[in-house]
């Protein structure tokens, strides 16, 4: 009871301890990604990037405590802002935009979960590979 909560406040707004995770990856992983109009995309990703790698210890944890899909359902709204505001690919089919942006979301957990290198000018490319993608689909 140390920080003025009991059980019962708690299990108000969480389910359970992997609810709290979920809610702690969501806001952490938002908030240090929300879109940002005076950024390039260059820079989101190198920003992306540094988070990555300074917290995987935590998103690790986090994908070991709850579902793959979990994670994603909280990733896939950042990432899709990201994708229509930096790459203003709002007519596009849903179906593909959804496919990429689970696509990214699974990129991401794989580098997480394998402790791969993440190598900026690939994934550079890549992001103005699906935009050529999305845009052929407008």
């Not at 908030?31 to 109009?37: I, R, V």
């Not at 990037?49 to 950042?78: C, D, T, W």
Request: proline fraction near 1%; aromatic fraction near 12%; hydrophobic fraction near 40%.
């Amino acid at each position: 009871n140390s920080g003025n909560m009991n059980r019962q406040t708690f299990y108000y707004h969480f389910q359970d301890i992997y609810d709290v995770v979920k809610w702690i990856f969501r806001e952490d992983f938002s908030s240090q990604l929300a879109f940002c109009e005076d950024e390039t995309i260059e820079e989101w990703i190198d920003a992306a990037i540094e988070i990555l790698q300074e917290n995987r210890a935590f998103y690790k944890r986090v994908l070991e405590s709850v579902s793959r899909e979990a994670v994603i359902q909280g990733m896939a709204p950042i990432i899709a802002a990201q994708i229509e505001q930096r790459l203003q690919v709002y007519e596009t089919d849903e179906f593909v935009k959804r496919f990429i942006i689970r696509s990214i979301c699974h990129y991401i957990l794989d580098v997480i979960e394998n402790r791969d290198v993440i190598k900026r000018e690939k994934i550079i490319t890549t992001v103005y590979g699906i935009k050529g993608l999305l845009i052929n689909c407008q």
